[in-house]
């Protein structure tokens, strides 16, 4: 698999661009990704200054603060070898998921909660000399792997000026120097760099997580998650024709208090389609957060989805329905948009959806089997 836009990186008349595209040859974890990513991202918060070197510390922070969102938010896994979960689960982050946006919602305030917790530097013990390994191939070839780092770091920081290393090492070996061509070549190619890193490790992830949607939806927190008004006015054209109760809580649904909910958690299908989305209440919405619901509701489920669509159909024009069930057409795998109007026909087509879904998202670590528990009966 081939991205053609961003598989040739940019030439320099002076860098050694092949080392830097061998970087990630033989990755079997994510460190030297997201080292990368999280690299590059200083780099560009400090504007693109070689003046100062990058301790350990900033790194780790960066890297666990890169990490979150794909791991504790969509639950995804790293892989088997991977060490970043574990340091995650160490911390004890207090993040408000209600509010993710692609900067965190404040990432500062994700790397500030970070730095304030005792940090594992064994993080530190390989990827930052690892990744310094392409550029210096014939000289390490043969040599056993516990001379490797020493040897890495040796070379770059006698051969800095003439082979142009990316990194070089404080005597300490608690910080590095990126090498000031690189900075620059950086800044003018940045979001093809980034792009680049972000195409690597996507392909590594899907390796991780075969069975799992959206996987590039996943790696980053969207910038600014999408409006919910025309599914909204859905569910608002069809309680307009049509009564409709909670299926979680029983409530009469009324367009005042009307909240959409994602029956698979928007963190793990990371789209808002009207085939996953169902009316409640606010306070319904809140409670379920993320969690995933009991199989005593999914028949409801599929009955109030059938409701909407016999509804809807009726009184809307076949265009603009048309328009409205094209996602369940789609997603759901029907032959004919008469389908969805059949019980027993969209019943058979949502478990072959969503039932799967659920139980992989299960094995991803989402909360399963939540039934509501209305916080007004004691």
Partial sequence: MENPLISQLPTSESLDISAL???FDKTTNSYKYIFLLSLLDIINR???????????????VEMLANAWYPYSFCKLSFGSQDMIPSQIERLNLNVDKTSIKGD?????????????QKLDYS?????????????????????VDSKVNATVIQLSNQHFETRKPLLKYSDDCLSVIVHPEWIDYFKINYSIIRGWISWEWLKYMQKC????????????????????????EYWKNVLEHQNLTCIYSNQTLTTDNLSLDHYLPWSFVTHDLLWNLIPTSKEVNSSKSDNLPSNIYF???????????????????????????????????????????EFEKLHKAYTSVILPQLNIAMSHGFIDNWLYRSPHLS
Wanted: charged share 20%; aromatic share 10%; proline share 4%.
């Fill in 299 to 341: 028949d409801l489920f599929v009955g109030i989805q059938h409701t909407g669509l016999i509804v809807s159909h009726a009184n809307m024009t076949e265009k603009t329905w048309y328009r409205y069930i094209e996602p369940f057409i789609a997603e759901l795998r029907v032959s004919d948009k008469s389908d969805l109007l």
């Fill in 46 to 60: 400090r504007r693109f200054s070689s003046s100062q070197s990058i301790s350990f510390q900033d790194l780790i």
């Fill in 21 to 23: 595209s061998r970087l």
């Fill in 104 to 116: 965190y919602a404040g990432k500062e305030n994700l790397r500030a909660n970070i730095s304030s």
């Fill in 123 to 143: 993080l530190m013990d390989y990827v930052p000399f690892r990744i310094n390994t392409a550029f210096f191939r014939g000289e390490l070839r043969g040599l």
């Fill in 209 to 232: 997580n075969p069975s799992t949607p959206a996987i590039s939806n996943k790696l980053f927190a969207p910038i600014q998650r999408d409006s919910l008004k025309n599914q909204t």
